[in-house]
């Protein structure tokens, strides 16, 4: 069925306001529920839902074997080697300066789990070992010496 975006913002509007609830599987509309998600239909189809148990089974089955693929040393060199070239460091420099990917990783790093593992990150020794070291780094320190330079500069500047 097609709907003027009339219809669609006022179904939204319900929506948000918990009146009615839009099907995950099917898009059809139903009363709310507290926590149902699935019309009737969708719910009660014997076949619908081994479908979508086996396609959760596929999905997990792929992801563990991704995560195996990745760990084998010989993947974990040619990923790097990967990674090393310029045209692919381009594109993720291209990749990241996108405003949509920057306002997801923002968003990311709001979340509390993602605060937590960063914190118990670079808790550990190897990391706050790796992290002297780096500052050590004579280029490092001109670049920070550069930075706070032109941090003054810029607040003078402002002051007038
Ligand atoms: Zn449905």
Do not use: H, W
Not at 46 to 59: L, N, S, T
Not at 129 to 154: D, G, H, I, L
Request: overall charge positive; charged content about 55%.
């Amino acid at each position: 069925m097609e709907y003027t975006k009339e219809q669609i913002d006022k179904i939204y509007e319900q929506v948000l306001r918990k009146e009615i609830t839009i099907c995950e599987m099917c898009d059809e509309i139903f009363d709310y529920v507290p926590r149902k998600i699935l019309c009737d239909k969708c719910r009660v189809d014997p076949e619908y839902r081994a479908k979508e148990r086996q396609r959760d089974e596929v999905k997990k089955k792929k992801r563990e074997y991704m995560r195996e693929y990745y760990q084998r040393p010989e993947v974990k060199a040619r990923v790097s080697e990967y990674r090393q070239r310029p045209e692919v460091k381009e594109q993720q420099r291209e990749y990241r300066q996108r405003p949509e990917v920057k306002e997801r990783k923002r968003k990311y790093k709001q979340n509390p789990e993602y605060k937590a593992k960063e914190r118990e990150y670079y808790q550990r020794p190897e990391v706050k070992e790796r992290q002297r070291e780096y500052e050590q780094r004579p280029e490092v320190k001109e670049r920070r010496r550069e930075y706070s330079r032109r941090k003054r500069e810029e607040r003078k500047n402002a002051t007038g």
